[in-house]
């Protein structure tokens, strides 16, 4: 019974996923994952009160797998700082135009946002921190800022933010993402020295 009921969740999650990201929050209706998932109202109610719930956890499984990503980047030891750093600019710009554009996460309620991404920006900073000590330990790169891991990974994480939240829609036009990946290792550089 428990694999059915986990089977039948993953069924709707799925397909709920796929249809936000072809109409976004606003234009998804119950009716529709319900089409496209083919269970029952019952079960559907079963597993989430309301369309807002559906969404908030295709979201969070939407940046799990993101800080996944980052997380296996920034810990690839086999390869150098400037690398993984360099791999992780090119990850951030992609999935944060799918959040925006395709799950229409704009729209998604403040408090919900804000929820998921404390917590993203946690996960990210923690492993940012963790790459950092390592890095600095190694005398692979000098931190420009006077400040320990801890704080430089948060300045980091933050300043990133914000050159990408500056103008979400950017994000979608990929025209204007080589300028913003510029932006960020320009950021980035203001901040760490790489010894290489």
Do not use: N, W
Request: some cysteine; glycine content about 8%; hydrophobic content about 45%.
């Amino acid at each position: 019974q428990a694999m059915k009921e986990q089977k039948t969740k993953k069924l709707i999650l799925q397909a709920a996923s796929a249809v936000f990201f072809e109409k976004g929050y606003e234009d998804t209706t119950v009716r529709d994952i319900l089409e496209a998932s083919g269970v029952s109202t019952g079960s559907f109610y079963h597993f989430f009160s309301s369309k807002e719930e559906l969404f908030e956890a295709v979201v969070s499984a939407f940046l799990d797998r993101y800080v996944q990503d980052a997380e296996a980047i920034l810990t690839d030891t086999g390869i150098p700082v400037r690398q993984r750093i360099d791999r992780m600019t090119g990850r951030i710009y992609t999935a944060a135009g799918g959040y925006y554009d395709r799950l229409g996460a704009d729209r998604m309620h403040a408090g919900i946002s804000l929820a998921l991404h404390v917590r993203t920006v946690s996960r990210i900073t923690s492993c940012v921190c963790a790459m950092l000590e390592t890095a600095i330990a190694d005398g692979e790169i000098e931190p420009l800022l006077q400040a320990d891991a801890h704080v430089l990974a948060a300045v980091l994480v933050k300043g990133v933010e914000g050159i990408i939240h500056a103008d979400p829609h950017a994000l979608s036009q990929k025209e204007k993402l080589p300028g913003i990946r510029g932006m960020i290792l320009d950021y980035i550089s203001l901040l760490i020295g790489f010894k290489d």
